[in-house]
């Protein structure tokens, strides 16, 4: 039987979580709340954000919209330019994160669009590659375009919330003077 203490070691690495808890702090000082809008991380950084503590005070949650379908249908992903260009692009993520920002309480979100591989997608975009958008109230829309390399999916699931607590720290702490 696993004790309470050993229970993260379960089902979420410890230092995804260490990681996380600066983000969650520097929202909290900032006065900002945190949506996520996740495909190919599938839920994780919200995950990982919800077990800082304190996340209560500032993650609204977050929209997993793994197919083109659901990023059309959950966050106005825009379905002409999902098929012509598909669904891992930077005007995607940027779509993704301003429609997480529209449809919760939140005044940040993050999105995340990529193939986790180990196989290019169905449009041709090779595995490893990723897109993030940060959308905030009042502030321009950061996008962020990381090419992972060949590693197993999980490695690129990992290194891809890294990206995106890191874009969400630098998000809480940018000084109102340049917003």
């Given at each position: 039987?696993?004790?309470?203490?050993?229970?993260?070691?379960?089902?979420?690495?410890?230092?995804?979580?260490?990681?996380?808890?600066?983000?969650i702090d520097a929202l909290r000082v900032a006065g900002l709340s945190v949506a996520t809008a996740e495909s190919c991380t599938g839920g994780l950084i919200a995950a990982i954000l919800s077990h800082a503590q304190n996340a209560s005070e500032c993650l609204h949650?977050?929209?997993v919209a793994y197919t083109k379908a659901n990023k059309a249908k959950?966050?106005?992903?825009?379905?002409?330019?999902?098929?012509?260009r598909g669904a891992v692009n930077v005007e995607v993520?940027?779509?993704?994160?301003?429609?997480?920002?529209?449809?919760?309480?939140?005044?940040?979100?993050?999105s995340v669009t990529g193939v986790l591989g180990p196989?290019?997608?169905?449009?041709?975009?090779?595995a490893g590659l990723v897109y993030f958008a940060v959308c905030r109230e009042g502030a321009p829309t950061v996008v962020s375009r990381r090419e992972f390399g060949e590693m197993?999916?999980?490695?690129?699931?990992?290194?891809?919330?890294?990206?995106?607590?890191?874009?969400?720290?630098?998000?809480?702490?940018?000084?109102?003077?340049?917003?």
């Open positions: 039987m696993h004790s309470p203490e050993n229970a993260l070691d379960c089902c979420i690495e410890r230092e995804l979580v260490s990681r996380a808890q600066p983000v949650g977050g929209f959950v966050l106005g992903v825009d379905r002409d330019l999902l098929e012509m993520a940027r779509q993704m994160a301003q429609g997480a920002l529209e449809r919760s309480p939140a005044s940040v979100a993050v196989d290019a997608d169905e449009d041709g975009n090779p197993q999916p999980d490695g690129v699931r990992r290194v891809a919330v890294l990206h995106a607590l890191e874009l969400l720290y630098n998000s809480a702490t940018v000084t109102s003077a340049i917003l």
